[in-house]
């Protein structure tokens, strides 16, 4: 059986590779040091891509390939893939929703914990010898039974709260309505009025142009100089320079971020700063979720060249 061609756009874990080419011929994209004259040579026989949410894969991907059928995104994000592009070509899209959730979630309360009680200075006050040349580690916030927002309960948004709830902290969340399974929780409309009333505010949103720059100057003033945002979803999301600036100036508290503009390349003013808590992107690295996340972006591939309903479908 001759295998069909896909075009891998990012790396992948060794165990994901293995199981790819052994069903595919893979065209590793993101080794090409001359992206063009690569693509030259295979984009007649490219029928799938595998991408990760963070690549995706833009329009000109998209129409340099005259036949692509599929498009198998390593992430719940597809916000990177042209969606419009896809659809015109009649091509299909999948990607990774529920497996990563709590892993997501795990990472975004493990980041408001460290953050807050000053873990990771804490680990350097013991190392440095600071604690035995010069005494107590300086108290930090408390977290139990403060008040906490979510912008965005979606699956992680969702899961998010729940943690949250376990810290007996008060929740309020905002979306595009009330959420029938969210009858605990305070139902707030509008990102500033439920940043004004938090201590702490996630942003567990999809990315994309409907939901950019939602967090703005005015939401980040709002959460306050004794305000924490915590990010996993889209740098896009947040206005990243009114982030920085509001930062910079204490008007807001303090920022655990996991997503940044341009990434992995971020802007330097990000490590100027001391009220951050700056994270590679890797809510959802767990050995056990990416295993599942490669699975899906595999079975989904397996499914469309065997003819088969697609398990995770986006269109
Ligand atoms: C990345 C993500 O895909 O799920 C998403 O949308 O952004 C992540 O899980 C991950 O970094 C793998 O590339």
């Not at 040579?41 to 029928?47: D, F, G, N, T, V």
Request: glycine letters at 8%; a negative charge; hydrophobic letters at 45%.
């Amino acid at each position: 059986m001759t295998k069909p061609h896909i075009l891998q756009i990012g790396p992948y874990p060794e165990w994901d590779m293995e199981r790819l080419e052994a069903r595919f011929e893979v065209h590793r994209f993101f080794e090409a040091t001359d992206k063009q004259a690569f693509l030259a040579q295979c984009a007649p026989l490219i029928r799938g891509i595998a991408t990760r949410g963070e690549l995706g894969a833009n329009r000109a991907l998209i129409e340099a390939l005259p036949n692509l059928e599929v498009i198998s995104v390593y992430g719940v994000g597809y916000d990177a893939v042209d969606l419009e592009a896809a659809k015109a070509a009649n091509i299909r899209v999948t990607n990774t929703p529920d497996v990563l959730t709590k892993d997501v979630a795990d990472l975004g309360v493990a980041m408001l914990l460290a953050a807050s009680r000053g873990v990771i200075g804490a680990e350097s006050w013991v190392r440095s010898g600071k604690w035995q040349n010069e005494g107590l580690y300086p108290l930090k916030t408390r977290v139990f039974g403060k008040s906490v927002g979510i912008l965005g309960l979606g699956r992680i948004g969702y899961e998010v709260a729940r943690r949250c709830a376990a810290f007996d902290m008060d929740i309020a969340y905002c979306d595009v309505a009330p959420r029938d399974f969210a009858a605990d929780w305070t139902y707030i409309e509008d990102a500033k009025a439920l940043s004004a009333r938090s201590d702490f505010l996630f942003v567990t949103l999809t990315g994309g142009p409907a939901t950019r720059h939602i967090v703005n100057k005015e939401v980040l003033v709002a959460l306050g100089a004794d305000g924490m945002l915590i990010n996993v979803s889209r740098a896009s999301n947040i206005d990243e320079e009114a982030l920085l600036d509001a930062l910079g100036s204490k008007a807001l508290g303090f920022a655990c971020l996991d997503v940044f503009e341009g990434e992995p390349a971020l802007n330097p003013r990000f490590l100027a700063l001391e009220n951050v808590l700056l994270q590679p992107h890797h809510a959802s690295g767990t050995v056990e979720t990416r295993k599942a996340m490669g699975k899906l972006v595999y079975d989904n591939l397996d499914a469309h060249f065997a003819g088969k309903p697609l398990p995770t479908p986006v269109i």
